[in-house]
Protein backbone atom coordinates (compact mmCIF):
# COMPACT_ATOMS: atom_id res chain seq x y z
CA UNK A 1 0.00 0.00 0.00
CA UNK A 2 3.01 2.57 0.93
CA UNK A 3 4.64 1.93 -2.14
CA UNK A 4 1.25 2.31 -4.74
CA UNK A 5 0.82 5.79 -2.55
CA UNK A 6 4.62 6.77 -3.09
CA UNK A 7 4.22 5.76 -7.08
CA UNK A 8 1.33 8.29 -7.39
CA UNK A 9 2.58 10.91 -5.54
CA UNK A 10 5.58 10.71 -7.81
CA UNK A 11 3.35 10.87 -10.81
CA UNK A 12 1.32 13.80 -9.37
CA UNK A 13 4.38 15.82 -9.41
CA UNK A 14 6.07 14.96 -13.03
CA UNK A 15 2.14 15.88 -14.02
CA UNK A 16 2.26 18.69 -12.43
CA UNK A 17 6.11 19.41 -13.39
CA UNK A 18 5.40 18.64 -16.93
CA UNK A 19 1.65 20.12 -17.36
CA UNK A 20 3.21 22.85 -19.54
CA UNK A 21 3.89 20.61 -22.46
CA UNK A 22 -0.02 20.53 -23.23
CA UNK A 23 -0.72 22.65 -25.98
CA UNK A 24 -3.68 23.09 -28.53
CA UNK A 25 -2.44 21.32 -31.60
CA UNK A 26 -3.92 22.34 -34.74
CA UNK A 27 -7.01 20.92 -35.73
CA UNK A 28 -6.11 18.04 -38.41
CA UNK A 29 -10.16 17.76 -39.83
CA UNK A 30 -12.80 20.04 -40.67
CA UNK A 31 -15.57 17.83 -38.70
CA UNK A 32 -14.03 15.55 -36.05
CA UNK A 33 -12.63 16.86 -33.02
CA UNK A 34 -9.81 15.47 -30.39
CA UNK A 35 -8.08 13.12 -32.68
CA UNK A 36 -4.84 11.68 -32.61
CA UNK A 37 -2.08 9.10 -33.05
CA UNK A 38 -2.07 7.68 -29.38
CA UNK A 39 1.64 5.58 -30.37
CA UNK A 40 3.03 9.20 -31.92
CA UNK A 41 1.30 11.28 -28.81
CA UNK A 42 3.07 9.18 -26.23
CA UNK A 43 6.53 8.73 -28.20
CA UNK A 44 6.53 12.42 -29.03
CA UNK A 45 5.94 12.96 -24.70
CA UNK A 46 8.50 10.80 -24.16
CA UNK A 47 11.06 11.03 -26.87
CA UNK A 48 11.43 7.60 -27.65
CA UNK A 49 9.22 4.91 -29.85
CA UNK A 50 7.56 2.81 -26.96
CA UNK A 51 3.62 2.51 -29.05
CA UNK A 52 3.79 1.44 -32.61
CA UNK A 53 2.67 4.61 -34.44
CA UNK A 54 -0.29 4.33 -37.05
CA UNK A 55 -2.64 1.36 -35.25
CA UNK A 56 -4.04 3.22 -32.49
CA UNK A 57 -6.45 6.60 -32.92
CA UNK A 58 -8.96 8.26 -30.87
CA UNK A 59 -11.22 10.99 -31.08
CA UNK A 60 -14.60 12.74 -30.25
CA UNK A 61 -17.70 11.30 -32.29
CA UNK A 62 -17.43 11.21 -36.30
CA UNK A 63 -20.34 11.44 -36.88
CA UNK A 64 -20.27 14.80 -38.96
CA UNK A 65 -17.04 14.05 -40.70
CA UNK A 66 -17.16 15.84 -44.22
CA UNK A 67 -16.42 13.81 -47.42
CA UNK A 68 -12.69 14.93 -47.01
CA UNK A 69 -12.69 14.10 -43.35
CA UNK A 70 -13.90 10.74 -44.26
CA UNK A 71 -11.51 10.35 -47.28
CA UNK A 72 -8.53 11.30 -44.94
CA UNK A 73 -9.55 8.95 -42.14
CA UNK A 74 -9.36 5.85 -44.53
CA UNK A 75 -6.25 7.12 -47.13
CA UNK A 76 -4.07 9.71 -45.08
CA UNK A 77 -4.09 7.53 -41.94
CA UNK A 78 -5.27 3.97 -43.63
CA UNK A 79 -7.97 3.53 -40.56
CA UNK A 80 -10.29 0.18 -41.48
CA UNK A 81 -12.26 0.11 -37.93
CA UNK A 82 -14.10 2.40 -35.99
CA UNK A 83 -15.02 1.38 -32.28
CA UNK A 84 -18.38 3.13 -31.16
CA UNK A 85 -18.15 3.18 -27.10
CA UNK A 86 -21.58 5.40 -26.77
CA UNK A 87 -24.95 4.42 -25.43
CA UNK A 88 -27.90 3.56 -27.32
CA UNK A 89 -29.62 6.80 -26.11
CA UNK A 90 -26.47 8.50 -27.56
CA UNK A 91 -27.04 7.04 -31.09
CA UNK A 92 -30.54 8.14 -30.52
CA UNK A 93 -29.55 11.37 -29.92
CA UNK A 94 -26.99 11.99 -32.92
CA UNK A 95 -30.00 10.16 -35.44
CA UNK A 96 -31.86 12.95 -34.35
CA UNK A 97 -29.93 15.64 -34.87
CA UNK A 98 -28.59 14.09 -38.22
CA UNK A 99 -32.83 14.38 -39.28
CA UNK A 100 -32.91 18.33 -37.78
CA UNK A 101 -29.48 19.17 -39.79
CA UNK A 102 -31.18 17.68 -43.10
CA UNK A 103 -33.93 20.89 -42.59
CA UNK A 104 -30.96 22.88 -43.20
CA UNK A 105 -29.93 24.15 -46.65
CA UNK A 106 -26.53 25.87 -45.12
CA UNK A 107 -25.65 23.03 -43.50
CA UNK A 108 -26.15 20.84 -46.48
CA UNK A 109 -24.29 23.07 -48.25
CA UNK A 110 -20.82 23.31 -45.87
CA UNK A 111 -21.25 19.70 -45.51
CA UNK A 112 -22.53 17.30 -48.71
CA UNK A 113 -21.60 14.11 -46.29
CA UNK A 114 -24.58 14.81 -44.30
CA UNK A 115 -26.98 13.85 -47.22
CA UNK A 116 -25.59 10.06 -47.31
CA UNK A 117 -25.19 7.63 -44.46
CA UNK A 118 -23.76 8.58 -41.01
CA UNK A 119 -21.69 5.90 -40.91
CA UNK A 120 -18.68 5.79 -43.21
CA UNK A 121 -18.58 3.76 -46.26
CA UNK A 122 -16.18 1.04 -46.52
CA UNK A 123 -15.73 1.23 -42.81
CA UNK A 124 -16.07 -1.46 -40.61
CA UNK A 125 -18.13 -0.47 -37.47
CA UNK A 126 -17.65 -2.23 -33.58
CA UNK A 127 -20.49 -0.66 -31.49
CA UNK A 128 -19.49 -1.79 -28.14
CA UNK A 129 -21.76 0.36 -25.21
CA UNK A 130 -18.94 0.29 -22.43
CA UNK A 131 -21.33 1.70 -20.05
CA UNK A 132 -23.76 -1.54 -20.43
CA UNK A 133 -26.54 -2.57 -18.40
CA UNK A 134 -24.32 -3.59 -14.94
CA UNK A 135 -23.25 -0.06 -15.11
CA UNK A 136 -26.61 1.20 -15.43
CA UNK A 137 -27.93 -0.82 -12.76
CA UNK A 138 -25.19 0.68 -10.68
CA UNK A 139 -26.23 3.99 -11.14
CA UNK A 140 -29.75 3.34 -10.28
CA UNK A 141 -29.26 1.38 -7.02
CA UNK A 142 -27.76 4.98 -6.10
CA UNK A 143 -30.79 6.84 -6.47
CA UNK A 144 -34.21 6.78 -3.56
CA UNK A 145 -37.01 5.67 -3.96
CA UNK A 146 -38.73 8.16 -4.99
CA UNK A 147 -35.89 9.23 -7.66
CA UNK A 148 -36.43 5.53 -9.07
CA UNK A 149 -40.04 5.69 -9.45
CA UNK A 150 -39.85 9.68 -11.19
CA UNK A 151 -37.18 7.33 -12.95
CA UNK A 152 -39.09 4.82 -14.48
CA UNK A 153 -42.64 7.00 -15.39
CA UNK A 154 -40.44 9.74 -17.47
CA UNK A 155 -39.32 6.33 -19.45
CA UNK A 156 -42.74 4.47 -19.60
CA UNK A 157 -44.18 8.04 -21.07
CA UNK A 158 -41.06 8.26 -23.45
CA UNK A 159 -38.96 11.31 -21.84
CA UNK A 160 -35.91 9.36 -21.80
CA UNK A 161 -33.48 12.51 -21.47
CA UNK A 162 -35.46 13.56 -18.25
CA UNK A 163 -35.02 10.65 -16.84
CA UNK A 164 -31.30 10.46 -17.66
CA UNK A 165 -31.03 13.88 -16.00
CA UNK A 166 -32.59 12.52 -12.55
CA UNK A 167 -29.57 10.07 -12.68
CA UNK A 168 -27.24 12.66 -14.06
CA UNK A 169 -28.25 15.22 -11.11
CA UNK A 170 -28.44 12.68 -8.20
CA UNK A 171 -25.93 9.96 -9.05
CA UNK A 172 -23.55 11.10 -11.78
CA UNK A 173 -22.58 14.81 -10.98
CA UNK A 174 -21.62 13.58 -7.03
CA UNK A 175 -19.89 10.72 -8.43
CA UNK A 176 -17.40 13.05 -10.78
CA UNK A 177 -15.40 11.66 -13.54
CA UNK A 178 -13.17 9.67 -10.96
CA UNK A 179 -15.51 8.43 -9.53
CA UNK A 180 -17.19 7.23 -12.74
CA UNK A 181 -14.34 5.60 -14.01
CA UNK A 182 -14.34 3.17 -11.04
CA UNK A 183 -17.71 2.57 -11.76
CA UNK A 184 -16.57 1.99 -15.01
CA UNK A 185 -14.15 -0.71 -13.43
CA UNK A 186 -16.07 -2.03 -11.22
CA UNK A 187 -19.49 -2.93 -13.49
CA UNK A 188 -18.23 -3.10 -16.94
CA UNK A 189 -15.74 -5.25 -17.22
CA UNK A 190 -17.33 -7.75 -20.27
CA UNK A 191 -17.92 -4.56 -22.16
CA UNK A 192 -13.96 -3.44 -21.47
CA UNK A 193 -12.96 -6.98 -22.37
CA UNK A 194 -15.11 -7.22 -25.22
CA UNK A 195 -13.24 -3.90 -26.63
CA UNK A 196 -9.69 -5.04 -25.57
CA UNK A 197 -10.22 -8.58 -26.94
CA UNK A 198 -11.51 -6.94 -30.32
CA UNK A 199 -8.53 -4.95 -30.66
CA UNK A 200 -6.18 -7.79 -30.92
CA UNK A 201 -7.40 -9.13 -33.84
CA UNK A 202 -5.09 -7.61 -37.00
CA UNK A 203 -8.46 -7.49 -39.17
CA UNK A 204 -9.38 -4.46 -37.09
CA UNK A 205 -6.36 -2.47 -37.32
CA UNK A 206 -5.62 0.62 -37.70
CA UNK A 207 -8.74 1.50 -35.25
CA UNK A 208 -10.22 4.72 -34.40
CA UNK A 209 -11.64 4.54 -30.81
CA UNK A 210 -14.45 7.16 -29.98
CA UNK A 211 -17.38 8.10 -27.37
CA UNK A 212 -19.21 11.09 -27.57
CA UNK A 213 -16.24 13.36 -26.33
CA UNK A 214 -13.49 11.07 -26.90
CA UNK A 215 -12.61 11.91 -23.85
CA UNK A 216 -13.59 9.10 -20.64
CA UNK A 217 -14.72 6.36 -22.18
CA UNK A 218 -12.44 6.56 -24.46
CA UNK A 219 -9.45 7.30 -22.20
CA UNK A 220 -10.30 4.08 -19.98
CA UNK A 221 -9.78 1.65 -22.96
CA UNK A 222 -6.83 3.62 -24.48
CA UNK A 223 -5.36 4.13 -20.77
CA UNK A 224 -5.80 -0.12 -20.42
CA UNK A 225 -3.93 -0.50 -23.02
CA UNK A 226 -1.10 1.95 -22.22
CA UNK A 227 -1.02 0.26 -18.75
CA UNK A 228 -0.29 -3.02 -20.56
CA UNK A 229 2.50 -1.40 -22.45
CA UNK A 230 4.14 -0.02 -19.14
CA UNK A 231 4.05 3.75 -20.66
CA UNK A 232 4.49 5.88 -17.63
CA UNK A 233 1.25 7.41 -15.86
CA UNK A 234 2.83 10.66 -16.82
CA UNK A 235 2.93 9.94 -20.47
CA UNK A 236 -0.94 8.62 -20.46
CA UNK A 237 -1.86 11.53 -18.34
CA UNK A 238 -0.41 13.77 -20.97
CA UNK A 239 -2.59 11.90 -23.54
CA UNK A 240 -5.38 12.21 -21.48
CA UNK A 241 -5.49 15.91 -20.82
CA UNK A 242 -5.18 16.57 -24.79
CA UNK A 243 -8.46 16.39 -24.98
CA UNK A 244 -8.99 19.41 -23.41
CA UNK A 245 -7.95 21.52 -25.71
CA UNK A 246 -9.35 19.11 -28.51
CA UNK A 247 -12.74 19.76 -27.14
CA UNK A 248 -12.26 23.80 -27.22
CA UNK A 249 -13.70 24.49 -30.75
CA UNK A 250 -17.56 22.94 -29.43
CA UNK A 251 -17.16 23.47 -25.89
CA UNK A 252 -20.43 25.73 -25.76
CA UNK A 253 -22.65 23.23 -27.83
CA UNK A 254 -20.68 20.79 -24.98
CA UNK A 255 -21.85 22.21 -22.08
CA UNK A 256 -25.38 22.09 -23.14
CA UNK A 257 -25.44 18.67 -24.35
CA UNK A 258 -23.90 17.79 -20.65
CA UNK A 259 -26.28 20.03 -18.63
CA UNK A 260 -29.73 18.15 -20.53
CA UNK A 261 -28.43 15.61 -18.49
CA UNK A 262 -28.15 17.00 -15.43
CA UNK A 263 -24.45 17.75 -15.20
CA UNK A 264 -21.89 20.54 -14.42
CA UNK A 265 -19.35 21.99 -16.57
CA UNK A 266 -16.25 19.76 -15.12
CA UNK A 267 -17.94 17.29 -17.21
CA UNK A 268 -16.70 18.69 -20.11
CA UNK A 269 -13.45 18.84 -18.62
CA UNK A 270 -10.33 16.22 -17.89
CA UNK A 271 -9.43 16.70 -14.35
CA UNK A 272 -5.57 16.50 -13.90
CA UNK A 273 -5.53 12.98 -11.69
CA UNK A 274 -7.56 11.08 -13.89
CA UNK A 275 -4.96 8.44 -14.80
CA UNK A 276 -3.09 8.89 -11.45
CA UNK A 277 -6.68 7.51 -9.62
CA UNK A 278 -7.40 5.09 -11.63
CA UNK A 279 -4.09 3.60 -12.09
CA UNK A 280 -3.78 3.45 -8.19
CA UNK A 281 -7.82 2.26 -8.27
CA UNK A 282 -6.39 -0.53 -10.33
CA UNK A 283 -3.75 -1.43 -7.86
CA UNK A 284 -5.60 -1.29 -4.64
CA UNK A 285 -8.27 -3.51 -5.75
CA UNK A 286 -6.91 -5.63 -8.33
CA UNK A 287 -2.76 -5.82 -7.48
CA UNK A 288 -2.62 -3.73 -11.41
CA UNK A 289 -4.30 -3.78 -14.46
CA UNK A 290 -3.36 -7.49 -15.37
CA UNK A 291 -4.96 -8.73 -11.87
CA UNK A 292 -7.98 -6.99 -12.97
CA UNK A 293 -8.25 -8.23 -16.65
CA UNK A 294 -8.08 -11.60 -15.04
CA UNK A 295 -11.37 -10.86 -13.15
CA UNK A 296 -12.76 -9.77 -15.89
CA UNK A 297 -11.94 -12.70 -18.08
CA UNK A 298 -8.94 -11.56 -20.84
CA UNK A 299 -6.58 -14.06 -20.80
CA UNK A 300 -2.37 -13.84 -20.79
CA UNK A 301 -2.84 -14.63 -24.20
CA UNK A 302 -4.84 -11.65 -25.11
CA UNK A 303 -2.73 -9.54 -22.99
CA UNK A 304 -0.16 -11.28 -25.25
CA UNK A 305 -1.47 -10.50 -28.19
CA UNK A 306 -2.47 -6.82 -27.35
CA UNK A 307 0.80 -6.32 -26.08
CA UNK A 308 1.98 -7.71 -29.65
CA UNK A 309 -0.40 -5.67 -31.26
CA UNK A 310 0.83 -2.11 -29.84
CA UNK A 311 4.17 -2.31 -28.96
CA UNK A 312 6.71 -0.26 -31.09
Known sequence: MAELMSDSSDSIV???????????????????????????TINDYLGEKRVAEGKLFRSARPDDATLLDRQRLREEFGIST???????????????????DLKIPALLQSNDALAGPMKIPGMNYLEININGKGFERSLLWRLS??????????MLIGSRMQAI???????????????????????????IAQALRSLTLPANSPVLIHCTQG????????????FLLNIPTTAITHDYLLSEPGLLPERESRLKEIAEIGLGEE??????????????????????????????G??????????TAFRA
Open 165 to 191: SILGREVMQPRGLIGLGYDSIDHCGRE
Open 298 to 307: FTEVEEDELI
Open 215 to 226: KDRTGLVVALVL
Open 82 to 100: IMDLRTLTEHAKQAKKREG
Open 14 to 40: EIEKHEERIEVSDRLFQNILNFRDVGK
Open 145 to 154: WWSFIKLVFL
Open 267 to 296: FAGCPRYWVVEIDRYLGEKFGGCRGYLRSI
